[in-house]
């Protein structure tokens, strides 16, 4: 049986066409930039789409010109994670086959709050939060586009890419008067309508109850799409499975208000063996700013990723995963770090510690503890370690060391006295890697 997280990641590999010939990997996953982006369902893109009743018209209309298709993202954080993926590559989905797309910042909403997938309302942001939030999520999303133009798109001579527009819902909201926005839109959302969405029933049956805020989340949703609708001629929205409610608000008023005939597309939820839902909410999120997670932990995060192949041991499909949603996130740059830092860690090659920069390092191993060490003649080895606090006292010291669980650079050091060498014990970026025991790491930055 194909386990939650191999479906998702067949589903993820779906996003990884062939790209330049210095990046290319051992296999290509989709070569055929059709117009019509339904065709992607047979690679498991999509979960639904409605509605049904339209499916040949939108095929038309999808091969006979570019759409307009949005999605959209709240800033509730100050970063996207690995569970935002998907959308962002059903967008690069779009674009590649010549579609007009837009990425939408909820500065406006991320202030109201989406009940969908959960059991207790959001915590309030300030407006100032919401605000930073927005010019990060904004550079996330500029980085992967355009990671995603310089190394997976082959074609531009071809046919160039379409630019994606990136907005920002509280441009609008912020001038919008209430009288006006429930005189003029409220009037067309149906409260039985409303109420029947899953985010709604379930938070009504629980103890949190749902607030009239949240409840009025799913009209802003479908205000945003109308207002792309008169402005873009925006006709497609795609959101994860969890937004159907939402979606299917929207397609509700621009059916009511404009007589127009919208798509609404859901892609599938990523979720862990378990089957709960990557988010920030749950466990440790993977962020895809790398101040938040490393392009090494982000790397790491898809190798780990359990499989039910023959053998997964090998991991190859994972690390090739790996590889590929690295170098769209980070670029070439965070791939090349993030496969240095293996090396180091895994592969059994200290030299390439010596090829790491400072910031490298403190990247890594932002969780170990640092110190800044001045180098005095006659240092040993049991003196550093004593000044960075790597044990307790000199006899704890002296007795792990002689033990050979003490390691300087990945190399094992088992004479607690033995003097500080720069060339030997010193990386060129003046920093010095010390481990006690298996996962203890401590930074030493050595001042002149």
Request: aromatic share 8%.
């Amino acid at each position: 049986m194909i386990s939650r997280i191999a479906a998702a990641r067949r589903t993820l590999l779906v996003a990884f066409p062939s790209h330049h010939t210095r990046h290319r990997l051992s296999f290509q996953i989709w070569r055929n930039a059709s117009r019509n982006i339904l065709k992607l369902e047979e690679r498991g893109l999509w979960a639904d789409y409605f509605p049904d009743s339209n499916i040949n018209k939108l095929i038309e209309e999808l091969t006979r010109k570019p759409q307009t298709i949005y999605s959209g993202f709240d800033p509730t954080a100050d970063s996207l994670h690995v569970g935002n993926l998907l959308i962002v590559m059903a967008l690069l989905h779009c674009q590649r086959a010549g579609h007009n797309v837009i990425a939408l910042i909820g500065g406006a909403t991320a202030q109201i709050g989406d009940p969908s997938g959960r059991m207790t309302e959001r915590p309030q942001l300030s407006v100032s939060e919401v605000k930073a939030n927005s010019q990060k999520i904004l550079e996330n999303l500029n980085r992967i586009f355009s990671n995603h133009k310089e190394y997976f798109w082959d074609e531009p001579k071809k046919s160039p890419l379409p630019p994606i527009r990136t907005e920002n819902n509280i441009t609008w909201y912020k001038t919008l008067n209430v009288v006006d926005f429930l005189r003029d839109t409220g009037r067309y959302i149906r409260i039985g309508d409303m109420l029947s969405r899953t985010s709604v029933a379930s938070r009504m049956d629980s103890s949190e109850g749902l607030s009239f805020t949240e409840f009025s989340y799913q009209i802003l949703q479908a205000h945003d799409w109308l207002h792309l609708y008169d402005k873009h001629n925006c006709t497609i929205q795609i959101g994860g499975s969890d937004q159907m409610g939402n979606l299917h608000t929207g397609y509700q008023l621009i059916n009511k208000v404009r007589d127009v005939t919208v798509t609404g597309l859901t892609t599938p939820i990523i979720t862990d063996e378990s089957g709960d839902k990557f988010g920030k909410s749950r466990g440790k999120p993977i962020w895809l700013d790398r101040s938040k997670t490393s392009p090494f932990d982000f790397y790491q995060f898809f190798v780990r990723m359990k499989d039910s192949e023959r053998k997964p041991e090998d991991r190859h499909a994972q690390v090739k995963l790996a590889e590929k949603v690295t170098l769209l996130v980070h670029g070439k740059t965070g791939l090349e770090s993030a496969k240095r830092t293996t090396s180091v860690l895994y592969g059994n090659q200290p030299e390439v510690l010596a090829e790491m920069t400072k910031d490298d390092i403190e990247e890594v191993f932002r969780s170990a503890s640092s110190s800044k060490l001045l180098l005095e003649p006659g240092t040993s080895i049991l003196d550093m370690a004593l000044k960075a606090g790597c044990f307790l006292d000199e006899r704890d010291g002296r007795r792990i060391i002689e033990a050979g669980g003490f390691y300087v650079n990945l190399s094992r050091v088992t004479k607690p006295d033995l003097i500080i060498i720069p060339e030997a014990h010193i990386l060129p970026n003046g920093l010095s890697l010390v481990r006690v025991g298996k996962k203890n790491y401590h930074v030493i930055q050595w001042m002149k």
